[in-house]
């Protein structure tokens, strides 16, 4: 069962992320980043956070220890911006945690062109993502990061944030299993994943029990009143019955087209070409962004 603690102090906002999470300090000594339960991502956010972060932990990926974090809006009543208390008020009770790790380093595509990594480690994350339908691990957002970042150990990739996986479950009836997605501009698409050898390696591991293990760690409150479900555990099953059904069907949905840094780029060249086409004259001076992360990075141009 995921670990219950209580958070003892509020340290700031996580701005750059769109649900505003929490960096809070907790009564077992630990460091972690709350995703609340009032954000507009709303509570399927974290079910699918714990479901893809607790089986990418199960099947061996380096994920941070997830946490039930028990929050008391008070510990937060210094924080300056209206909208993020009332996130906190709205909050009150169990949220989700995880383990913060110090000094970790967003990977975007500069950090993408230095950092060595294999094709089945990259593999089995594509595998993972195209398994849970999570549609947020691209070029422009890919919600991994490297640590540590101090020297004192060589550097690794973490999964974080899968808040957006399991599109399913907003719309139960009517999503086929064997559906495919367009996981060309995965964030990891330029290392050749080997994504039949992760199929063979992690498919078998995926079985109806796992996902009942793992389903049961989802907190009551987060599956109540799911409409069309009478009970918690009949949305459990649901899950269960979905991802058990979709793993035994890889074969139609293994992503295996990516495109190369010199596709990619000329693909974000015609897109670019297209949106200045339909722009009036003076807006085809607005930088282009297609193929950049969604948030500035390098503000040196700024300076100076
Ligand atoms: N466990 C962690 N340790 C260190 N930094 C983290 C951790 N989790 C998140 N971060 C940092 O916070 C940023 C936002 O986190 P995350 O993507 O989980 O939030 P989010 O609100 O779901 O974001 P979005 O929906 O905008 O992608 C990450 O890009 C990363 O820089
Ligand atoms: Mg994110």
Redesign the pocket.
Known sequence: MLREVAATRYVEP?H??????GVVEADDLGTY?V?FTGSA?GRKALVAEVIVGELARALGLRF?ELVLVHFDPAIAADEPHQEVRELHTSSAGVNLG????PG?K?FTPEVARAFPLDPLEAGRIVWLDALTVNV?RTVH?S?L?VWPTLGVAPPRLWL??H??ALVFHHRWDGSDPAKVYDFRHHALGHYGPDVRAADAELAPKVTEELLREIAAEVPDDWLADEPGFATPDAVREAYVTYLHARVRASRAWLPTDFPGARELAEENARRAARTRQGRPDWLKRVPDLHGKPAAEQDWSVHLG
């Open positions: 996580l750059t992320g769109g649900s505003v999470p980043v995703k991502q941070p995880m383990d913060y790790l970790a967003d947020d957002s919600n990061v974080i944030d808040g957006a």
